[in-house]
């Protein structure tokens, strides 16, 4: 739980998306695992998702540097104007450096802090939650936050329990201070249950991997899911997160403007919407294009919102999104 917004105000300045060319469609999987086109959109709302071209070296260092450039590009600023660039992402090429520092190597940014940040499909919002705190305080003046996952790096295309779920897409946004300390986040919230990290792991190692998941077929370095579990935990979480929000902040449900949430599976979208009343046409999705696109899900919503027209001075936005690890994070805004 936070306290209300104290100190300066935040606002977007600008945002960015990027996913790649090559496109898998449920048909297409169909022909490499025993599956359907029905099976997929009834049990997720998926069509197709974009997979980065390894052979062609893309990954999630040419997702988040892609992303990046865009929201600066558009932002007008000066390298020297950013003082804090966060990657969100679980599937870093290399540990070191830093995805973040490779942005900061393509933008030219010779001092802002950069890190990556690991908290799975939660991730876009954490770094945007941390990096609005920094400059609400005072800390900093403007952050680029980015979330990039290349999720086909880690997906293992012999298990159709997982493979057909996710893509690869990356999304930013650039955030600086403004005068008025009523713009920006009104509330925020993070938490993690770590006691359900089984559901939703990426072992490196065998001696990693949970004695009850030993036969799991799954290779090491590819993500494993319990999906069944994660379906519970995230339709209960879901709308415990979103009622716990609009609580603490003041507001109610029909205030809401928008509300952007992590595309993990439509049913779990629809399900929170549904149960909590909230209208039809305010609630984003793009999962049947592009599938979950773990941390780049959230900030590729918030780009096609943007360039769509449709996030306007004044609106009041509701982030959600929840994660492995188990993760879970809203962030309310006055944008
Ligand atoms: N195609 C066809 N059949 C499939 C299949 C696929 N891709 N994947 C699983 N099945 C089969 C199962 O083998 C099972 O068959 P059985 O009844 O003969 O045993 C049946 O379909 C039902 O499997 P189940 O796992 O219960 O399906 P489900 O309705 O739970 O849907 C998910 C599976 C993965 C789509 C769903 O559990 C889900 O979306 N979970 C949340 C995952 C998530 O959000 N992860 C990201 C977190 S950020």
């Known amino acids: ?23 898998v469609t449920n048909f297409d999987l169909a022909e490499i695992m025993d599956t359907s086109d029905e099976w997929i959109q009834k049990r997720t709302g998926i069509r197709q998702r974009h997979i980065s071209d ?3 070296g893309e990954g999630t260092v040419s997702l988040a540097i892609n992303a990046a450039v865009d929201a600066f590009e558009k932002s007008g600023l000066a390298p020297e104007d950013i003082d804090l660039i966060i990657c969100a992402t679980c599937t870093q090429e290399m540990t070191c450096p830093s995805v973040a520092c490779r942005i900061s190597e393509r933008l030219g940014t010779k001092k802002a802090a950069a890190f990556d940040l690991a908290a799975a499909c939660s991730g876009f919002l954490y770094g945007l939650n941390f990096a609005e705190t ?8 403007t952050a680029l936050i980015v979330g990039a996952d290349a999720m086909s790096t880690v ?22 201070r403004d005068d008025d300390p009523a713009r920006g986040c009104q509330y925020q919230l993070m938490g993690a249950d770590g006691v359900g990290w089984e559901a939703l792991y990426m072992p490196r190692r065998e001696v990693d991997i949970p004695e009850h998941d030993r036969d799991n077929p799954i290779k090491l370095g590819m993500l494993r ?6 379906f519970k935990f995230a339709v209960k979480k879901f709308q415990e997160v979103i009622e716990e929000t609009m609580e603490q902040s003041g507001h ?14 439509l049913r779990i979208i629809e399900s929170a919407r549904e149960k909590l009343g909230i209208e039809e046409g305010k609630v984003y999705v793009n999962i049947d294009r592009v599938g979950n696109s773990s941390a780049g899900s959230i900030g590729l919503c918030l ?3 943007n ?6 001075e004044g609106d009041l936005v509701l982030f959600v999104a929840f994660g492995g690890g188990m993760t879970w994070a809203s962030s309310l805004w006055r944008v």
């Open 54 to 56: 390894q052979s062609k």
């Open 225 to 230: 899911m319990n999906g069944r579990e994660v």
């Open 252 to 265: 109610s449900i029909d205030d809401l403007s928008l509300m952007i949430c992590h595309q993990s599976n």
């Open 134 to 141: 920094l400059i609400r305080c005072g800390r900093y003046r």
């Open 1 to 23: 739980m936070t306290p209300p917004a104290a100190g300066f105000g935040t606002r977007i300045v600008s945002t960015g998306s990027f996913v790649p060319e090559k496109v």
């Open 307 to 312: 360039r769509a027209g449709r996030i306007n």
């Open 303 to 305: 780009d096609e919102l």
């Open 155 to 176: 997906m293992d295309y012999t298990d159709r329990s997982v493979s057909i779920l996710f893509g690869d897409a990356s999304g930013s946004v650039v955030v600086t």
